[in-house]
């Protein structure tokens, strides 16, 4: 079984429309991540958790929120979906004591139409 | 702020050697990592050097000099699996991770 797994791997969704993307990690770790991914861009932050009570801000946060439901689930919702947030998302999870290694999950594939 | 500066692109043989360099700037330095990531799929750790010189897995070495910014990764015996998008990383507080743009390796026979 994966260690991190995110729901759904692939959506289509119309302009304006709420969407959540969801996850799950089993690895026990503390910190959790959402990326998203451009073409030629690399991956950049959206927002960061240490643990369930703590969210953070990431260098693109604004469209995005997220929820730390609990230690092994953190989701990522776009209130109002607009075309330039068709991109791959990816949750990462690390704990606090690898300070370079984040380990990643498949991905979601999302367009916006 | 932090930036990262990767080459774009980069082609080479199989059983070549290549050398996928960084350079970097950062406000505090913790280290430089090294991703993998497979056409649609996801990053993979790779390596990490939090000091100068070279930290060798197998067929992979990474090079880190701070007084330069400057780090690589050299992958050596190519195979066409090696065929990848390659990214550099300095990890900032928290864990954070700031990604370079990547390098995709192109692997010919």
């Known amino acids: 079984d994966a260690d991190v797994t995110q729901t759904p791997r692939n959506r289509i969704t119309k302009t304006g429309k709420r969407i959540m993307l969801e996850c799950s990690q089993t690895k026990g770790h503390d910190r959790m991540y959402w990326y998203r991914q451009d073409p030629g861009l690399g991956l950049r932050l959206i927002y960061y958790s240490f643990d369930v009570k703590d969210i953070n801000k990431g260098e693109i946060s604004d469209g995005y929120s997220v929820s730390r439901q609990a230690q092994a689930k953190f989701s990522l919702s776009l209130e109002s979906a607009i075309p330039n947030q068709t991109a791959l998302y990816f949750c990462?999870?690390?704990?606090?004591?690898?300070?370079?290694?984040?380990?990643f999950g498949p991905g979601t594939r999302l367009l916006v139409l | 702020g932090q930036s990262l500066e990767q080459p774009s692109e980069v082609t080479a043989v199989e059983g070549a050697i290549v050398q996928i360099n960084c350079t970097y700037q950062?406000?505090?330095?913790?280290?430089l990592s090294w991703y993998q990531q497979h056409d649609g799929g996801a990053p993979t750790f790779l390596s990490y050097?939090?000091?100068?010189g070279l930290e060798e897995t197998g067929r992979f070495s990474s090079f880190l000099s701070r007084s330069d910014s400057y780090g690589y990764l050299l992958l050596q015996e190519l195979q066409m699996k090696d065929s990848a998008s390659y990214f550099c990383a300095v990890p900032g507080g928290g864990n954070k991770l700031t990604f370079g743009t990547g390098t995709q390796l192109k692997v010919e026979l």
């Open positions: 950062t406000s505090g330095f913790y280290g």
């Open positions: 050097n939090a000091l100068d």
């Open positions: 990462a999870t690390s704990d606090s004591k690898g300070l370079s290694t984040q380990y």
